[in-house]
């Protein structure tokens, strides 16, 4: 088969080519620009997934540090709890008979209750009070002093502790 090409359809076959080429590239350049955001979506979105990667490593440390410490922190509170138990027993067992505590006052006021007078002496040292300059508080009230240490024992009688010295009694005025 032979076929006769003429002059107009080799020039609208060019035309058709030309649109043709012209269609391909306009394809060519928005398929670029997909590619390109495509690019720069896959950066993004590696980026964000480095940062939660590091950002997941950190709150991981943090929570191995708080579980460590809480582990310490609950292992102390057993123990404490041991010896607690322990004291409890203790002071259960023995008899409160003539035995003394230490309470140590402020001002006149009872800020803490001690097991014995040294114990006071070491906490008043926390609370800025020298442990070498005690004196004997005589016959001054309990609020004249910064700190006192007074000794009580305990009166089976009463059911209750009592002062270990107790003060001289003053006769009152008019009475015989």
Request: glycine share 6%.
């Amino acid at each position: 088969m032979i076929r006769i090409v003429t002059t107009g359809r080799l020039r609208r076959l060019e035309r058709e080519t030309e649109q043709a080429r012209i269609r391909a590239r306009d394809t060519q350049a928005q398929a670029d620009a997909a590619w390109g955001r495509h690019v720069r979506e896959l950066f993004a979105v590696t980026n964000r997934a480095e940062r939660a990667e590091a950002a997941t490593a950190e709150v991981g440390e943090l929570l191995a540090g708080a579980v460590a410490e809480l582990s310490a922190a609950q292992q102390e509170l057993l123990l404490k709890d041991i010896e607690i138990r322990r004291l409890r027993e203790q002071l259960e067992g023995e008899s409160m008979e003539g035995r003394s505590l230490t309470v140590l006052l402020h001002y006149g006021e009872p800020h803490t209750i001690y097991a014995c007078r040294e114990d006071a002496y070491a906490d008043t040292a926390t609370h800025g009070a020298d442990p070498d300059r005690w004196v004997p508080s005589g016959e001054r009230p309990a609020s004249a002093s910064m700190w006192r240490c007074e000794a009580f024992i305990y009166n089976a009688a009463s059911n209750g502790f009592r002062r270990a010295h107790m003060p001289d009694r003053k006769p009152i005025e008019g009475a015989a």
